[in-house]
């Protein structure tokens, strides 16, 4: 029986929470990775760190990825979201306050979310910009003084006020027995019954120590040259220094670009769609696989539905870009090559027409007036997913909204890349029907094509997790704790090495 048919897994798929979820899984540059992927290595590093130093090099790892957490993602968004709201006060930065310090300051060609604001209030121009900038500066910097010095020293001064009071409570008990033996002694003496020769079994207390809980928002943005260099200087000696630098800088490799790698690897390279299908969100494949069903009803042979969901104009589209130098052109410049290529007048109007939507449904304070070349490619092309309404609604699904939030920025090449990723989406199910012998095109066979984009896409980001946990959670830890070794040979944990 074919997976992606199975009904357990078209039920789990139709429920939009867990497409919401897996989508947020699958997306290499959301929270929602981080924490999961994170999640493991606080375990790994720690579990790696108590099989070396015992209780108190686990309870330090612990302490700093945890606190290291919880710092970037709550008291520095914090941080951040405080500085935004004290920037919006009448009278703090401005007399009428700033609320623009929420808008975007990225721009191209067709969107500039600032340029609008501008225009009302020319005189924030210079002041809005170098806000933000002091803004997100203050925070980054708050981050790495209380994550690179604030926290070592506070598990530093832990560890040692813990390693003092074990060994004096060891000296006491130690007393406590001797002094119990002679009283032993006293009242055999006293008593004047034989002295009697009998051994020392002394009881040996260990300390335990609680460990605390990981924080479940986390994420360590360990690329941050200033973090390292904080933590480098707070390192108790130079052997711990070699470690956690060695530590921080070959992680944030895995960090940041071992996961979507290995995605890309297989999706690529070992998935028989060579990325087609899975390169699409599932969210945003739910929503093109539903409306393509409404569509089709009962079904359709391949190549009507070929022609339906992608037009059949590829050979305009070839004739018509070599006239186009840049990489957008103006809405009456495109026009006149339509009407001066197409004689069919009907044809042209339709081309023009879905150009001029892609226009019209831009957020407020885009462009009116430049169409992308992607656009003038999905107008001439014609076909259910060039359609402009269809397209601008499925970018909004893939984008969370950004593509239409007229205060938020999103470049047009990266709306290209998810416009592309429809096509190419399109195309793996027509691919997917002639793989399994389908003559025609149905419903159900998109459910099923939907369903695979599910769960291999899930599987693929689940790998690329995989390979960056294993690294970050023990290679990595285990490398570091063999470069002591090397460089000292010994294979004790270096930080307490200096404690007395």
């Known amino acids: 029986m074919n997976i992606f048919s199975n009904k357990t897994i078209t039920d789990i798929a139709n429920k939009r929470n867990i497409r919401t979820f897996v989508s947020q899984m699958c997306n290499h540059k959301a929270l929602l990775p981080v924490i999961m992927l994170e999640a493991s290595v606080i375990s790994g590093r720690t579990y790696q760190a108590y099989k070396r130093g015992g209780i108190t090099e686990a309870r330090e790892r612990i302490i700093d990825e945890s606190l290291t957490a919880i710092v970037w993602f709550g008291i520095i968004s914090w941080l951040n979201a405080g500085f935004g709201k004290l920037i919006k006060q009448k009278g703090?930065?401005?007399?009428?306050?700033?609320?623009?310090?929420?808008?975007?300051?990225?721009?191209?060609?067709?969107?500039?979310?600032?340029?609008?604001?501008?225009?009302?209030?020319?005189?924030?121009?210079?002041?809005?910009?170098?806000?933000?900038?002091?803004?997100?500066?203050?925070?980054?910097?708050?981050?790495?003084?209380?994550?690179?010095?604030?926290?070592?020293?506070?598990?530093?001064?832990?560890?040692?006020?813990?390693?003092?009071?074990?060994?004096?409570?060891?000296?006491?008990?130690?007393?406590?027995?001797?002094?119990?033996?002679?009283?032993?002694?006293?009242?055999?003496?006293?008593?004047?019954?034989?002295?009697?020769?009998?051994?020392?079994?002394?009881?040996?207390?260990?300390?335990?120590?609680?460990?605390?809980?990981?924080?479940?928002?986390?994420?360590?943005?360990?690329?941050?040259?200033?973090?390292?260099?904080?933590?480098?200087?707070?390192?108790?000696?130079?052997?711990?220094?070699?470690?956690?630098?060695?530590?921080?800088?070959?992680?944030?490799?895995?960090?940041?670009?071992?996961?979507?790698?290995?995605?890309?690897?297989?999706?690529?390279?070992?998935?028989?769609?060579?990325?087609?299908?899975?390169?699409?969100?599932?969210?945003?494949?739910?929503?093109?696989?539903?409306?393509?069903?409404?569509?089709?009803?009962?079904?359709?042979?391949?190549?009507?539905?070929?022609?339906?969901?992608?037009?059949?104009?590829?050979?305009?589209?070839?004739?018509?870009?070599?006239?186009?130098?840049?990489?957008?052109?103006?809405?009456?410049?495109?026009?006149?090559?339509?009407?001066?290529?197409?004689?069919?007048?009907?044809?042209?109007?339709?081309?023009?027409?879905?150009?001029?939507?892609?226009?019209?449904?831009?957020?407020?304070?885009?462009?009116?007036?430049?169409?992308?070349?992607?656009?003038?490619?999905?107008?001439?092309?014609?076909?259910?997913?060039?359609?402009?309404k269809f397209l601008t609604r499925a970018v909004k699904i893939a984008t969370n909204g950004i593509s239409q939030n007229p205060k938020k920025f999103i470049s047009y090449k990266e709306i290209d890349k998810i416009k592309l990723n429809i096509i190419k989406y399109t195309e793996s199910i027509i691919e997917y029907a002639q793989a399994n012998g389908k003559s025609s095109i149905d419903s159900k066979l998109l459910t099923e094509i939907r369903n695979r984009n599910f769960l291999i896409k899930l599987a693929y980001t689940l790998a690329g997790m995989a390979v960056s946990s294993l690294f970050l959670s023990t290679i990595i830890p285990k490398l570091q704790y063999k470069i002591t070794e090397w460089r000292t040979g010994k294979r004790d944990f270096p930080g307490i090495k200096d404690i007395k």
Not at 204 to 219: F, G
Not at 288 to 311: D, H, P, T, W, Y
Not at 320 to 334: G, H, R, S
């Open 92 to 388: 703090v930065f401005d007399s009428k306050g700033l609320p623009e310090i929420a808008i975007d300051l990225g721009k191209d060609a067709i969107r500039n979310p600032i340029q609008q604001a501008v225009k009302l209030r020319p005189e924030i121009q210079n002041k809005i910009g170098s806000l933000k900038f002091t803004k997100i500066a203050l925070s980054a910097l708050a981050g790495i003084y209380l994550s690179g010095l604030v926290l070592p020293k506070f598990y530093q001064n832990l560890t040692k006020k813990i390693l003092h009071k074990e060994r004096r409570n060891n000296q006491t008990e130690n007393i406590t027995n001797n002094n119990k033996i002679k009283m032993e002694d006293f009242i055999n003496k006293t008593s004047q019954k034989r002295k009697l020769s009998f051994g020392n079994a002394s009881t040996i207390i260990n300390t335990t120590a609680h460990i605390l809980e990981n924080n479940p928002i986390a994420k360590l943005l360990t690329v941050d040259v200033g973090l390292f260099a904080g933590r480098g200087y707070s390192a108790r000696n130079n052997d711990e220094r070699i470690e956690l630098l060695f530590r921080d800088f070959a992680s944030s490799f895995f960090y940041m670009f071992s996961t979507p790698l290995v995605y890309k690897g297989l999706s690529k390279y070992i998935d028989k769609f060579r990325g087609k299908n899975t390169n699409l969100d599932p969210k945003t494949a739910h929503f093109v696989s539903r409306n393509l069903a409404k569509k089709i009803g009962k079904g359709m042979n391949i190549q009507e539905f070929k022609q339906f969901a992608l037009g059949n104009n590829d050979n305009l589209v070839t004739q018509i870009l070599p006239k186009i130098k840049t990489e957008t052109i103006d809405i009456n410049d495109f026009t006149k090559i339509i009407q001066g290529m197409i004689f069919d007048k009907k044809q042209a109007e339709n081309i023009i027409s879905n150009a001029q939507q892609f226009i019209n449904l831009r957020p407020k304070g885009a462009s009116k007036n430049l169409l992308t070349l992607s656009e003038v490619i999905n107008s001439v092309r014609g076909g259910k997913v060039n359609d402009a």
